[in-house]
């Protein structure tokens, strides 16, 4: 009885309504006094209910002394119910749609995720956004495996390419480029990527570790890390700073060789892999 209250409460009806009906319909037929007895609402009460029900032609009034009632077919009450919570909903939309129109929202280059299903839905986002290039680079040894699935559907939108560290899981998707990083220009690679992208980072009793940057074109970057443990991430889309991120990503995968080619072996010439 209690989860039936609930579940007609939940579709729109008021708790001593849903009382009032459930029980009308277990005992099938009754006057006010019967009706109060079996739904343990207040006597008092009952009336108003009942009237209310009945105006609502969710219960049926037979004359006499006294007044009797029997309900509705609970199959036609629920469909009214639910077709009037289907056009609240229907209405709020609509409404909310028209708010959000009519609001200015401020832009904000730089917004915080928190958590893993707040970053792979956004990393889902960019799977499907405008772009031509994905860029990815990855400092886990266990390499991008993780995303795996969604570098896959990327693979088939756009131009995918990784970026590993030496020594790295190399394994990704049909479709993905995977390079090695290499050396391209001896302060970014000891000074940035040595000391600041490869280690943890201790900063006020924080520990910092990067995963990864995502790159969508130069217009878009998420970077994927962990604070204390817990991961999270920053959506950037300043252009002063995404551009440079997406030029430094070209430069190493530029310098670097592919996952495929032994070690020392550089295959890529540079401009055939730069995009611009």
């Known amino acids: 009885m209690d989860q039936i209250v609930r579940s007609l409460v939940a579709l729109g009806m008021k708790e001593y309504e849903a009382k009032v ?9 009754g006057n006010a006094r019967e009706i109060h007895i079996a739904s343990g609402v207040p006597r008092p009460r009952v009336y108003d209910i009942l009237e209310g029900l ?9 004359q006499g002394s006294p007044l009797r009632y029997r309900p509705e077919e609970p199959g036609v009450v629920t469909a009214k119910l639910r077709g009037a919570l289907e056009g609240a909903a229907d209405r709020a939309l609509a409404g909310l749609d028209e708010l959000r129109l009519e609001a200015r929202p401020t832009p904000a280059p730089i917004w915080y995720l928190d958590g893993e299903w707040s970053i792979r839905r956004h990393l889902e986002s960019l799977v499907h956004g405008d772009y031509a290039a994905l860029t990815v680079i990855c400092m886990l040894r266990s390499g991008p495996g993780e995303y795996a699935a969604l570098l896959s559907e990327a693979a088939g939108r756009h131009t995918v390419d990784v ?8 394994a990704c998707p049909e479709g993905v480029r995977v390079t090695v990083a290499g050396e391209f220009c001896p302060f970014f690679q000891e000074k940035i990527y040595g000391k600041v992208f490869s280690r943890p980072i201790d900063h006020e ?3 910092f570790s990067l995963e990864y940057i995502f790159m969508a074109d130069d217009e878009e970057s ?3 890390y962990t604070e204390n443990g817990r991961r999270k991430g920053v959506i950037i889309t300043l252009p002063f700073i995404t551009c440079v991120q997406h030029q430094l990503a070209r430069k190493m995968i530029a ?3 592919d996952a495929a080619a032994a070690p020392g072996q550089k295959i890529y010439t540079g401009e ?5």
């Open 272 to 276: 055939e892999r730069v995009h611009t």
């Open 54 to 62: 009945a105006g609502r032609g969710f219960v049926e009034v037979r």
């Open 222 to 224: 998420l970077i994927v």
């Open 255 to 257: 310098g670097g060789r």
């Open 163 to 170: 970026v590993v560290p030496e020594g790295a899981a190399q």
């Open 21 to 29: 009906y459930a029980a009308l319909v277990g005992i099938g037929e």
């Open 205 to 207: 009793g924080s520990v």
